[in-house]
T-cell receptor, first 117, second 116 residues
């Protein structure tokens, strides 16, 4: 079975500061993809960043970066220069790679991020 | 970019009636559509996976006869909640996968269903 665990139900950060959201996962697949999705109050799921497991280099998208530790099965999200618009629910997700599975995303329980002005 | 249009965004129906939720891929062909249910302050729970032209695959515990999924074309998938009851009230989200890799997942904007 594949699982995604987010151990921080809620986090808070001061505007312009940096915050790191934690995620660990478990999978027996050798090829898989990891994601961070943002769900603001509108509840639209928005892709923040993705990481291919075969790539050693950590993914970066502007103020968002990940720390991907494959051996430890850890995939944390760092948000730099936090903005008020970053306040949302953040979900870590996993999907196996090519072949075999039906390819659905497996989500963690989410971390609610608050940004204080 | 790829867009999935989900309608309606909100619906209120009476107990015992049926409600249909549509998800359309506007600028790509969605060979696979995933349907999720999300309770307040909780994560997304996969209900079923539908592939164009074939029967949907339901997750354990999801009633096939209550949640009817149809994926008749590469651009349209529907979820029909039959004989709705108040406990079916929830937020339903569809997600389309564009390729077999891990890149192409696009979400609809969700439907808030309230059964009174």
């Amino acid at each position: 079975a594949q699982t995604v665990t987010q151990s921080q139900p809620e986090m808070s950060v001061q505007e312009a500061e940096t915050v790191t959201l934690s995620c660990t996962y478990d999978t027996s697949e050798s090829d898989y993809y990891l994601f961070w999705y943002k769900q603001p109050p509108s509840r639209q799921m928005i892709l923040v960043i993705r990481q291919e497991a075969y790539k050693q280099q950590n993914a970066t998208e502007n103020r968002f970066s990940v720390n991907f530790q494959k051996a430890a099965k850890s995939f944390s999200l760092k948000i730099s220069d936090s903005q008020l618009g970053d306040a949302a629910m953040y979900f870590c997700a996993l999907t196996p790679g090519y072949g075999g599975s039906q390819g659905n995303l497996i989500f963690g329980k989410g971390t609610k991020l608050s940004v204080k002005p | 970019g790829a867009v999935v249009s989900q309608h309606p965004s909100r619906v209120i129906c009476k107990s015992g009636t049926s409600v249909k939720i549509e998800c359309r891929s506007l600028d790509f062909q969605a060979t696979t559509m995933f349907w999720y249910r999300q309770f307040p302050k909780q994560s997304l729970m996969l209900m079923a996976t539908s592939n164009e032209g074939s029967k949907a695959t339901y997750e354990q515990g999801v009633e096939k006869d209550k949640f009817l999924i149809n994926h008749a074309s590469l651009t349209l998938s529907t979820l029909t909640v039959t004989s709705a009851h108040p406990e079916d009230s929830s937020f339903y989200i569809c997600s389309a996968r564009m390729d077999r890799g891990g890149y192409g997942y696009t979400f609809g904007s969700g439907t808030r269903l309230t059964v009174v």
